[in-house]
T-cell receptor, first 113, second 116 residues
Framework: NAGVTQTPKFRILKIGQSMTLQCTQD?????MYWYRQDPGMGLKLIYY???????DKGEVPNGYNVSRSTTEDFPLRLELAAPSQTSVYFC????????????FGQGTRLTVV | AQKVTQAQTEISVVEKEDVTLDCVYE???????LFWYKQPPSGELVFLIR??????QNEISGRYSWNFQKSTSSFNFTITASQVVDSAVYFC?????????????FGKGTRLSVIA
């Protein structure tokens, strides 16, 4: 049972480069989220999706883009990497309903130099 | 707007001591859910418990217990007889609206260090 899978686990980017963080879930969950966690800090919501074809901005969306063409996949795109985007990125999914817990991927540690 | 406050940034205790992690929330909804997650040093986020706004019964699971009080908007987490393996960052989270369309909002976390 894979749950939520994120790739890659680690990445170093140069300033100005682009990359896509992949996230896929096999639980048929409607809701998917991207959070970032800066060192010693909590989780900040970047983008979220309540279903295929629907995405919404979270607390810190600038510098990122997402798409949700299928229920399973929710990739996060960084177009022009900046040092401020150095962080650990977590993807999560939830089933329908406010009472459901979120399942998290293992995280992607991104460093922008 | 929903908000979760974990005022304790870091706590250190000696093994076998009891420790309580505080969580205070704000919401305008009458129906909401509260969660606790654990993030051990390995980095993954592990779900511990959920509680709905209509159920104020305390919950006990082994050495873990949770005290939900609507009157003070708090959902505190107590670890009894702490162990080194309890060392982690603990997050409290809130989910509003019956549909669950609003994402989980997390507190900033409390880093617990249990010293042998």
């Amino acid at each position: 049972n894979a749950g939520v899978t994120q790739t890659p686990k680690f990445r170093i980017l140069k300033i100005g480069q682009s990359m896509t963080l992949q996230c896929t879930q096999d639980m048929n969950h409607n809701y998917m989220y991207w959070y970032r966690q800066d060192p010693g800090m909590g989780l900040k919501l970047i983008y979220y999706s309540v279903g295929a074809g629907i995405t919404d901005k979270g607390e810190v969306p600038n510098g990122y883009n997402v798409s949700r063409s299928t229920t399973e996949d929710f990739p996060l795109r960084l177009e022009l990497a900046a040092p401020s985007q150095t962080s650990v990125y977590f993807c999560a999914s939830r089933a329908l309903g406010a009472n459901t817990e979120a399942f998290f991927g293992q995280g992607t540690r991104l460093t922008v130099v | 707007a929903q908000k979760v406050t974990q005022a304790q940034t870091e706590i250190s205790v000696v093994e076998k001591e009891d420790v309580t992690l505080d969580c205070v929330y704000e919401t305008r909804d009458t129906t909401y859910y509260l969660f606790w997650y654990k993030q051990p040093p390995s980095g993954e986020l592990v779900f511990l418990i959920r509680r709905n706004s209509f159920d104020e019964q305390n919950e006990i699971s082994g050495r873990y217990s949770w005290n939900f009080q609507k009157s003070t908007s708090s959902f505190n987490f107590t670890i009894t007889a702490s162990q080194v393996v309890d060392s982690a960052v603990y997050f409290c989270a809130l989910s509003e609206t019956p549909s669950g369309n609003t994402p989980l909002v997390f507190g900033k976390g409390t880093r617990l260090s249990v010293i042998a």
